[in-house]
């Protein structure tokens, strides 16, 4: 069996990456940033990638719609962006939440829409009608991650509370919490089968349990830990509310059909593939330099992935499990999932590491695609003349700088022709911030007003039954 091997590294964006998606077509790949862009990669190296711009704050997760029609966004800046993956980008914009959106996911289905937020719930979403249906409330901290059921039909969340909470979407209500994490939870995961999530927090440990007996299935002790003394606290660890928290695993994403492995990242800058069958870390991929790997994500069939760091790079590797598969399927016939090892693992050195050379692996294309910006421009053609992609560490804090003070999204630092063209994407608003939100204090008011015409209607019907 061959070692995974580094396909292609994507670079573009200009600060952490934050979510992967593959398109079910696996012919894109979408990338969320800090520098509050989504970046679209084509992997046909004569397609130029795309830059969708309009958040006004990080972006944090990205999500393909099952069909690959549509691509969701969440941010910082308290919304939900739904956009069409092609140049001309029309966009609805949602209103999400009060606070940051930490992570949005399509439904299997493609029906529905999760957002959660630091406002501590999480909102369940109409995809084609972009209509609110619901609000799930029970976690005492900020939501950082959530997850919907292979059959749309639980829900799986993650909060800074440190507890991992199942949710029924019929009732709408919590119907089981697993308080078994020390830290934070930083991400959760369905596996294909419905009856086992996993979920990762900044204790460092990686955890698996079966919710139809509720028993900790597998225990991943250390997953990843912090190697470099030298990182500065503002990329050492899992991505927080102004920079990162300390400490921990950053994502974790189920790979393959049967669910047999699964891919994590964490701060000690590397990617893990965890082979769930036997219970033990499989690979550790190292490529990433200079901070934590922040984003893991397997393709659909599971023969890629794709994995995305501090160092703002996007990497595409081919499994090459394949031979591994047969084996386990000639064995078993597929994963069975009560016979996953209920094993404690901790500090695990597999003896079958590998670590590619992304220098001399071969790639599908250039790491540096021509790119077409999607929205509005990020700065001035003066201005994205200066800043290429060879400026020092200086011009990029100088250009930082300057495109907050003049509120622009966020500095470019490719150099763009005079004849390229910007296109303008659709936002979807039905009325304007300012109004809506006077709006919205006049239907507070009016509520206030409907509760007390009840309670005096009641009060006199019962001082006339009194006196009758």
Known sequence: MQDPSLE?????????????????????????????????????????????????????????????????????????????????????????HTSTVRTVQFSWDGESLLTASDDKTIKLWSTYRTKFLATLAGHLNWVRTA???????????????????????VSKSCIKTYWDHHGMVTSVAFHPSGTIVASASTDRSIKLFDIRTHKLLQHYENAHTPVNKGLSPSIGGHIGGNDLVSGGVNSIAFGGESGDWLISSGVDGVAKIWDLKEGHLF?????????????SVFSPAGDYFATGGSDSLVMVWKSNFDEALKNTQAEDHGINVAKIHSSKVKNNNSKNTSKPDRKTTKAWGSDIPEI?????????????KIDDLGSNQAQEKHNREQSSSSNSEYSQKEIISEEEKFTTPLEVRTVPDQLASTLQQIVRQVDVLTQTMSILEVREMFTKSTKN
């Open 8 to 96: 292609r590294s994507f670079r573009g964006h200009k600060d952490l990456i934050t979510g992967l998606a593959f398109k079910p077509s696996m012919s894109q790949l979408a990338s969320a940033s800090f520098d509050h862009s989504v970046m679209l990669w084509n992997f046909k190296p004569q397609l130029r990638a795309f830059r969708f711009v309009g958040h006004k704050g990080h972006v944090t997760g990205v999500d393909f719609s099952p069909s690959g029609n549509l691509l969701a966004s969440s941010s910082r800046d308290k919304t939900v962006r739904l956009w069409v993956p092609n140049v001309k980008g029309d966009v609805t914009v949602l209103k999400a």
């Open 283 to 295: 690979y550790t991929l190292h490529g990433h330099n200079n901070g934590p790997t922040t984003a």
């Open 147 to 169: 997850r919907f059921s292979p059959d749309s039909r639980l829900l799986v969340s993650g909060s800074d509370d440190k507890t991992v909470k199942i949710w029924d979407l």
């Open 372 to 384: 077409v910006n999607v929205g509005p421009p990020l700065s001035s053609k003066k201005d994205a």
